[in-house]
């Protein structure tokens, strides 16, 4: 079935340097996309999102950036934080009829940021 | 404003046993969902919640699993009997419709021994 999915399962870095998290997704239909992040023992908590109309988007320290020619999703965190180590899932919402409003996760990313 | 509260947040049974977890979504959020998260996997999506309506069942085990949620409030998710392969993090999110962002709970570890 179609899913979305991520190229690195770990990402290690240096505190103060970028990190870029990347996913890979298959369904076409959907419209809309979220990155997720998820410290040990929560629940995820949201990042920012994306539609599908766009190709960038900047929040606080974070962008996201969608390229849907070859059905790619990114996540830049800038000068990366030790608070920033966690889990990053990637999720992508169905667009329109039975299935609008479902969430579909990835497998994840655990970023490390070394001090 | 207080976020998605659940309970219990870890428990711990004998397989074959029953088993319950409870939700309390953020004040006028009409959609709520409940997730299994097994380790170093995404949440997957059991149900679905538009007030008291499921939506959205289709993931949902209905051979043990059982859910409801009367008055469009809280709801509860339960497992009878509960098996091994059950052992992973139930999460409950909630959000103000369907499409809208979903805020989620801390979870319930389950754990079946």
């Known amino acids: 079935g179609e899913s979305v999915g991520l190229h690195l399962p770990t990402l290690s870095v240096q505190e103060g340097d970028n990190s870029i998290i990347n996913c890979a997704y298959s369904?076409?239909?959907?419209?809309?996309f979220i990155w997720y992040k998820q410290e040990s023992g929560k629940g995820p908590q949201f990042i920012i999102d994306?539609?599908?109309?766009?190709d960038k988007r900047q929040g606080q320290r974070v962008t996201v950036l969608l390229n849907k020619t070859v059905k790619h999703l990114s996540l830049q965190i800038a000068a990366t934080q030790p608070g920033d180590s966690a889990v990053y899932f990637c999720?992508?919402?169905?667009?329109?009829?039975?299935?609008?409003?479902?969430?579909?996760f990835g497998q994840g990313t655990i970023l490390t940021v070394h001090p | 404003e207080a976020g998605v509260v659940q309970s219990p947040r870890y428990k711990i049974i004998e397989k074959k046993q029953p088993v319950a977890f409870w939700c309390n979504p953020i004040?006028?959020?009409?959609?709520l969902y409940w997730y299994l998260q097994n380790l170093g996997q995404g949440p997957e999506l059991l149900i679905r919640?538009?007030?008291?309506?499921?939506?959205?069942d289709s993931q949902l085990p209905k051979d043990r699993f059982s859910a409801e949620r009367l008055k469009g409030v809280d709801s509860t998710l339960k497992i009878q009997p509960a098996e091994l392969g059950d052992s992973a993090v139930y999460l409950c999110?909630?959000?103000?419709?369907?499409?809208?962002?979903?805020?989620f709970g801390p979870g319930t570890r389950l754990t079946v021994t």
């Open positions: 999110a909630s959000s103000l419709g369907r499409g809208r962002e979903q805020y």
């Open positions: 369904n076409s239909a959907s419209d809309y």
């Open positions: 994306i539609r599908s109309n766009m």
């Open positions: 999720a992508e919402n169905m667009a329109g009829g039975t299935s609008y409003g479902k969430l579909t």
């Open positions: 004040s006028g959020h009409n959609t």
């Open positions: 919640y538009e007030n008291e309506e499921a939506v959205d």
